[in-house]
């Protein structure tokens, strides 16, 4: 994740790391708050 967000997303001129996650996935969005990062999206699926 740090080499992410303090090497090569800088280094290319990215401004933003975006992350999609399952909703159930509580454990893994607590980790992903304690390195900086805020939640911003719900998402939909259809089902065929």
């Known amino acids: 994740m740090r080499w992410v967000t ?3 997303a800088p280094a290319l001129g990215s401004a933003m790391v975006q992350l999609t ?7 893994a969005h607590r980790f992903y708050e304690r390195l900086g990062y805020t ?8 089902r065929l």
Not at 21 to 27: E, K, N
Not at 39 to 46: E, Q, R
């Open 21 to 27: 996650s399952d909703a159930a996935r509580t454990d």
């Open 39 to 46: 939640g911003s999206h719900v998402g939909f699926k259809y």
């Open 6 to 8: 303090e090497g090569a």
